[in-house]
């Protein structure tokens, strides 16, 4: 059982490129979640999607966009990488809108961009 | 709206030693509480929840947290570390909205040494 599974693992760009994060699950999840971890920050909610063919703006979303065509895919993008994207991304999924289910993490993409 | 601090970047202790990780909120509405654990390069895991019932809630490794209204505080304990628990720990609140959302506390490393 995989659960969720992120790709690429590292990546570094040149500012000014453009990169799509993809984030995978088999788990039947409705929602999924992109968050980024920076250093005394916490993790903090870029998108996220309630169900296919939805997504929704959280906390840091400017400079990235997100699609979720299929249930199990939700991508991330960047059209113009910028240096302050350096981050470790984290993809999240969940069964729904039940409070006893719990977020399901993948391993993170480690992004810098130059 | 939501926040969650966690009051301490970076926790050192001895193996064997009691160990209190400290996490408040503040919310106009009812939340759900819950702590994460990341271990290095990995992803999230979920240590524990509060959802409702007993304030006292037990997790995985031994570790327990208590949820009190009054101080709006959920506080992380173990009674014994060991080295294996030198972690990340994350504190984070799930507000009672439809979106399954996580709001995430800056994170507090905890360092056990021998």
């Known amino acids: 059982n995989a659960g969720v599974t992120q790709t690429p693992k590292f990546r570094v760009l040149k500012t000014g490129q453009s990169m799509t994060l993809l984030c995978a699950q088999d788990m039947n999840h409705e929602y999924m979640y992109w968050y980024r971890q920076d250093p005394g920050m916490g993790l903090r909610l870029i998108h996220y999607?309630?169900?296919?063919?939805?997504?929704a703006k959280g906390e840091v979303p400017d400079g990235y966009n997100v699609s979720r065509l299929k249930k199990q895919n939700f991508l991330l993008g960047l059209e113009s990488a910028a240096p302050s994207q350096t981050s470790v991304y984290f993809c999240?999924?969940?069964?729904?809108?039940?409070?006893?289910?719990?977020?399901?993490f993948g391993n993170g993409t480690r992004l810098t961009v130059t | 709206a939501q926040s969650v601090t966690q009051l301490d970047s970076q926790v050192p202790v001895f193996e064997e030693a009691p160990v209190e990780l400290r996490c408040n909120y503040s919310?106009?509405?009812?939340?759900?509480l819950f702590w994460y654990v990341q271990y290095p390069n990995q992803g999230l895991q979920l240590l524990l929840k509060?959802?409702?019932?007993?304030?006292l809630v037990k997790g995985i490794n031994g570790f327990e947290a208590e949820f009190n209204k009054s101080q709006t505080s959920f506080h992380l304990r173990k009674p014994s570390v060991h080295i294996s628990d030198t972690a990340e720990y994350f504190c984070?609140?799930?507000?009672?909205?439809?979106?399954?959302?996580?709001?995430f506390g800056q994170g507090t490393t905890l360092q056990v040494k021998p």
């Open positions: 919310s106009s509405v009812s939340v759900y």
């Open positions: 999607s309630v169900g296919e063919g939805t997504t």
């Open positions: 509060y959802l409702s019932g007993s304030t």
């Open positions: 999240a999924s969940t069964q729904g809108r039940s409070y006893n289910s719990p977020l399901h």
């Open positions: 984070a609140v799930r507000p009672s909205s439809n979106t399954g959302k996580l709001i």
